[in-house]
Each structure stands twice: as structure tokens, then as C-alpha cells.
């Protein structure tokens, strides 16, 4: 089997209705010469690693060593747990609270599962989490789906480095919401279309996201931001299940965001030169962690 | 085009927050401990540029220490790892330093006890590392493939006889790196091949006259 090296040659290799996450996980067996089985079942260890950190971090209410994070997941879930009506659904609620979970854990050294990086591991898992449970999904289709948001991103890699230090954060949380919104679509049985849709609609609306993290900690703002990502891959999936269409083709979306990622000034490009990162909190933290974070013999 | 696999986006599992300051540190502990040998009696560690500043905050620190220690990438004692090195009585020192020539991610290891090492490495982002300098000695060791790695007196016939016995043992050779820091003294090979040495290659080797240090790096797992 051959590569699959952009969206077109996806939708080709799809054409005769073969389901995406299909072709993605026939792709994987042949190039990494593995049996489905075995791949399925990394899959499976990762997902539990995501559900496994999601509950710890929900648990757990401790200010990162910063102290700018690491209490707000609990927050959140707390206020679906008690009010009585409230503007949004249960699954709004998860989304939100498990995306900051997941990162708050990240930030205190607990284990995660980069996706596709550390900054933007709490986009796919919020959301696979939040519908299967909410929406009653099997394990075996939360895995077909995390293969499906794997492969998306994959042939997203495959064109630009997903790194904010080389195309800023679009290319971190931007790509794990568009991931995410293609999971989401394909759990609810959505069509191949209607799954690149998704991740064309959800990349479309993050793209030039500056990269400017507060004392070069993986904290503001990535955490807060994997929940928004999160509800961004909500709106993309309901609207391409809905039938709607991006107008422009997912594959040049991708040149755009390549442009865009070039443009950007590197003092928003993870260098914490720039953004957030100089506002008069940031450097004032920064004068106080520079005091704090001074190496002893120990 | 580069096969970028499914796998390698969603994954790997690790303990965070950054998989260049964190999981990329363990990895350069992991490969630094393995080309010093055995276990260390002090390591001093020196961090360089965005490692100084923002180490503490992503666990940099404990991250290395773990490295040296054995620990893999989401080994949740590496929070811990401080601890650890204690119960091994492994001494532990760290400085910082800021240096504009040096990547922004770098760190010294230097590695003491009946024998000194000095080792540099670099993270790279997404857990990519490379060991750049060992001893002095240019190298480039990254994990990706079985590496030998050889300090030896420089004189004639050392890289004939060398790679006869990795010739002698059907292995490919990669990628090979050799350096000399001064004529007649002493030079280093690194030498990255496609399939495992086997520990009766790696004696032959050291029985080479003229050969002062010969380490097998493994493969860092994914
Ligand atoms: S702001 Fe930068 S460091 Fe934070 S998640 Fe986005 S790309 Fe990663």
C-alpha cells in the first residue's frame, strides 16, 4: 500500500465507501508492517491513559509549581454537578471540565498522551470522552475514531511541523480541534465528506493562533485553550453534519495555514518574545520565578 | 516523503507538560547514562538558555535526573526522581547558564566517579534529542539507531580495522562520524548501524590495540 500524502489522495482511496478510519488503519498495518490487532491495542492503552488522567486531574486541585494553573478543572465540573438549569448540555460541561483536566495534569508531571503534542493533549481525549459517555459510544468506535483523528492529523504533518515554534499555536491546538471534530463526526456515523468537513471547517476558523505561552510554561494559555478547542470542534462537526460544506478544499486550507504560519513573527512562535508572554503580569511573574527557580547543590 | 505514522501523532504516552523539556530531557539522561556506562557517583548538570529558564517549571530537572536513573519517558517516579537518585546515592548538582551560541535547548552532563565524563545534547522538540559532544569529540547519537561509539589513539589503520569486524558480523553501516582532536592523540568514531551488536563484536573491538573506550548505545524506545 502507498502512502497517503494529502486529503485528495484520501477522499480517492475512500471513494468505493470505504470508511476513513478503515483506510487509515489498513495504511498503518502495511507501513509500520504490524497486525491491526497490535495497532488497536496501543490505541486502546492510549485511551485508557487519556480517560485514567482525565479522572486523576479531576481529583486533584494543586497549584502547578508556577502557581498560574491547576484548580479550575474541578470548577467547572462542579457547577454541572450542582445547578439546576443551565444554558448548556451535560456534554458542554465535560468538554470544558475533562480538557482542562487532562492539561492540569499534564502541568503536574502526571502521564498523558501527546496529541498531537503535550500542549494540546487534552483536545481529543475532552471530546471522545464527553460523547462516549454522554452519547453512549462503544470502545471499539472510540478507538476507530482516535484512529480517524490520528490520520487526520497525519497528513496535516505530513505538509508543516506540528510545532508552535514553527508555525505558532495552529499548528498544536488548531490541529488536535480540527482531530477532534473529525473523532466527533465519525462517532455519530457521520460520511467521509462530512468527517474532512469537519476538519476543514475546524482549521479554517484557528488559523495564525499566536503561540505565546507565559514564561515559556506549557500553562497560559494552552490549558484554557484545549477546552475552547474543544467546543470549536463541537460547532465544526455539528455544522458538517448538518450538511454544510467548507468552501474552500481542506488541502489548500492547509497552504493557507503553511503561508500564515511563515508570516507569523517568530516573537509568537513559542519564543515567549511576544503576546502574552511580555503583558505586565507575565514579566512580573517571570521576575518572581527568576528569584524562585534559582538551581542549588542539593 | 517521510511516513509520518498515526502513531506518532497520538502518542507517546508520557509524563508532561513538554515533550521537548520533559520527555526529550529523560531521553537525553537515558542516552547519557548509557554512553558513561555505569552508575555515576556525582553528575553535574548544566543547563543552557530556554533549559535554565524554564526548567523547573516543566520538570527538566527531575526529568534528567531520571534519565541517568534508567526511568523511560512515562515513568511516573520521575516525579520523584530526586528521591530516587538519593536511595542510589547518586550526588546531584545543577547550574545554569545563559549562552546565545548554544541551542536553546542544551544541557552538559559531566559524570563523575573512578572515571569523568563530559557530555553535551540537545532537545530538539516533539522528544527528538541528540548527544552532540562526547569527551570533546563531536558525535551526533539519537536514539534512532544502534550506535558504537569509540574513543581511540589516532593512528593509521584504526577505521580499516574496525569496521572488518562489523563487516565480519553482516551488520550496515548508516552513518559514520569520525573526529581527531589532535594529531597522534586521541580521535573518536561514532558509528550508527542498521541492526543490534552483539556483545562479542563490541569485545573484539575493545581488544583492538589502540582502542581506549568502546560503548553499544541502544535504540530508545518509542
Ligand atoms: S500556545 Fe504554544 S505552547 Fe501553548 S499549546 Fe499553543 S503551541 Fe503549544
Redesign the interface.
Known amino acids: 500500500m502507498k ?1 497517503i ?1 494529502n486529503f485528495q489522495e484520501l477522499i480517492d482511496s475512500a471513494r468505493s465507501n470505504k470508511k476513513i478510519t478503515l483506510v ?1 488503519q489498513e495504511l ?1 498495518c502495511s ?2 508492517e504490524k497486525e491491526i490487532t497490535e ?1 488497536r491495542k ?2 486502546s ?2 485511551l485508557n ?1 487519556m480517560k485514567a488522567a482525565i479522572k486523576q486531574g479531576l481529583e486533584t486541585c494543586q497549584l ?3 502557581g498560574m494553573s491547576g484548580t479550575d478543572s474541578s470548577k467547572i465540573f462542579q457547577r454541572y454537578q450542582q445547578s439546576e438549569k443551565l444554558p448548556c448540555n451535560m456534554l458542554f460541561g465535560k468538554i470544558i471540565s475533562y480538557a482542562l483536566a487532562t492539561m492540569e ?15 494540546s ?1 487534552g483536545i ?1 481525549p475532552a471530546v471522545i470522552t464527553a460523547y462516549a459517555e454522554e452519547m453512549g459510544i462503544s470502545v471499539e468506535k472510540q478507538i476507530d475514531a ?2 480517524t ?3 487526520i ?2 497528513i496535516v ?2 505538509r508543516m ?3 508552535g ?1 514553527v508555525a505558532g499555536c495552529q499548528a498544536e491546538c488548531g490541529v488536535a480541534g480540527a ?1 477532534a471534530a473529525a473523532a466527533i463526526v465519525d462517532m455519530l456515523d457521520g460520511n467521509n465528506s462530512q468527517i474532512i468537513n469537519a476538519a476543514a471547517l475546524a482549521l479554517k476558523n484557528i488559523m495564525g493562533l499566536a503561540c505565546d505561552p507565559i ?5 497560559v494559555p494552552c490549558i484554557k485553550r484545549n477546552s475552547f478547542l474543544g467546543i470549536h470542534a463541537v460547532a465544526a462537526s455539528e455544522m458538517a453534519l448538518a450538511g454544510i460544506e467548507s468552501f474552500v478544499p481542506i488541502d489548500e486550507i492547509i497552504d493557507a495555514m503553511i503561508q500564515i504560519g511563515n508570516l507569523m513573527s517568530p516573537v509568537i512562535k513559542e519564543s515567549s518574545e511576544g503576546g502574552l508572554a511580555v503583558t505586565k503580569t507575565a514579566l512580573e511573574l517571570n521576575k518572581k ?1 527568576e528569584n ?2 534559582d ?4 | 516523503m517521510k511516513y509520518i505514522s498515526i502513531l506518532d501523532i497520538i502518542g507517546p504516552s508520557m509524563i508532561g507538560p513538554s515533550s521537548s523539556h520533559t520527555a526529550g530531557a529523560v531521553r537525553l539522561g537515558l542516552l547519557a547514562r548509557n554512553i558513561y556506562g555505569s552508575k555515576p557517583g556525582w553528575v553535574k548538570f548544566t543547563l543552557y538558555n530556554s533549559f535554565a529558564k524554564t526548567g523547573k517549571g516543566h520538570g527538566t530537572d527531575k526529568a534528567l535526573i531520571a534519565g541517568i536513573l534508567g526511568f523511560n519517558v512515562d515513568d511516573p517516579r520521575i516525579r520523584n526522581s530526586y528521591e530516587y537518585a538519593k536511595n542510589e546515592s547518586i550526588q546531584i548538582e545543577f547550574a545554569a547558564e545563559d549562552d546565545p551560541l548554544r541551542h536553546p535547548n542544551a544541557v552538559d552532563f559531566t559524570f563523575y566517579n573512578e572515571a569523568s565524563m563530559f557530555i553535551s545534547g540537545k532537545s530538539l522538540g516533539a522528544g527528538e534529542v541528540e548527544i552532540d559532544n562526547i569527551k570533546g569529540f563531536k558525535a551526533s547519537i539519537r536514539g534512532d539507531l544502534h550506535t558504537i561509539f569509540i574513543i581511540h589513539k589516532d593512528k593509521p589503520g584504526m577505521l580499516s580495522r574496525v569496521t572488518e569486524f562489523i563487516q565480519e558480523a553482516n551488520l550496515n553501516i548508516a552513518t559514520l562520524l569520525c573526529e581527531r582532536n589532535e594529531k597522534g592523540k586521541e580521535a573518536a568514531m561514532t558509528i550508527c548501524l542498521d541492526s543490534v551488536p552483539s556483545e562479542d563484536l563490541i569485545n573484539s573491538i575493545q581488544n583492538i590495540s589502540g582502542v581506549y573506550i568502546v560503548r553499544s548505545i541502544d535504540v530508545l524506545k518509542k
Open positions: 502512502n500524502e487509515f498503518e507501513m509500520l495497532l496501543i490505541m492503552k492510549h491513559t502547578s509549581e508556577s495534569e499534564n502541568q503536574r508531571m502526571g502521564k498523558v498522551v501527546a496529541c498531537p503534542t503535550a500542549g493533549c481529543v482516535m484512529f483523528a490520528g490520520g492529523g497525519k504533518a505530513q511541523p506540528l510545532a515554534a482531530m514564561a515559556g510554561l506549557v500553562e520565578l524562585l527557580w538551581y542549588q547543590v542539593s
